[in-house]
T-cell receptor
């Protein structure tokens, strides 16, 4: 069975500071990993995905994530937080099988302090 | 970018009533999903649908739930007899032919059961 664990349900950083949202995965097969963002009253939007092509994945809005097999981690980072980054962030995993579902983590709410 | 469309955006119903949530996936996609998010909780997988049949379903997806693709464009979720605990945001999603492709999510239907 696959799963993801997000450490910290709420993270608060100052504008301009580094953003680090943690995600660890559990998978018996090579996983596909994703980060999705949910802005208030909106649906889920893909930030980035890992599909084994490269361990460092760059996404939209300046976010990136690094796949570390030895640590079973896929942490999301952004060098400098912007007020517009305030949202809920979900790490997700998908197995390598047709029509397989995506399993979401419990989410991390990111707040940005002025 | 192509979009998944969900209607209605809000649905209020009385306990015990039937509701149908509608989705129009992206036109050339083959895999379809329903997820739900109870307020303040994680996004939960309900069901996946491929080739006109359910390919996987969660334990949440009991006999009260059904899905259908009545024509070439719509994908519906029916709840036969709603319960208070069915109140949630329901997201439809679709993806194309490859398992590493991202899921495109609709903006959701907020279901309130009174």
């Amino acid at each position: 069975a696959q799963s993801v664990t997000q450490l910290g349900s709420h993270v608060s950083v100052s504008e301009g500071a580094l953003v680090l949202l943690r995600c660890n995965y559990s998978s018996s097969v090579p996983p596909y990993l994703f980060w999705y963002v949910q802005y208030p009253n909106q649906g889920l939007q893909l930030l980035l995905k890992y599909t084994s092509a490269a361990t460092l994945v760059k996404g939209i809005n300046g976010f990136e994530a690094e796949f570390k097999k030895s640590e079973t981690s896929f942490h999301l980072t952004k060098p400098s937080a912007h007020m517009s980054d305030a949202a809920e962030y979900f790490c997700a995993v998908r197995s390598y099988s047709s029509a397989s579902k995506i399993i979401f983590g419990s989410g991390t709410r990111l707040s940005i302090r002025p | 970018e192509p979009e998944v469309t969900q209607t209605p955006s809000h649905q209020v119903t009385q306990m015990g009533q039937e509701v149908i949530l509608r989705c129009v996936p992206i036109s050339n996609h083959l895999y379809f999903y329903w997820y739900r998010q109870i307020l303040g909780q994680k996004v939960e997988f309900l069901v996946s649908f491929y080739n006109n049949e359910i390919s996987e379903k969660s334990e949440i997806f009991d006999d009260q739930f059904s899905v259908e693709r009545p024509d070439g464009s719509n994908f519906t979720l029916k709840i036969r007899s709603t319960k208070l605990e069915d109140s949630a945001m329901y997201f439809c999603a679709s993806t194309g032919t490859s398992t590493n492709e991202k899921l495109f999510f609709g903006s959701g239907t907020q279901l309130s059961v009174l």
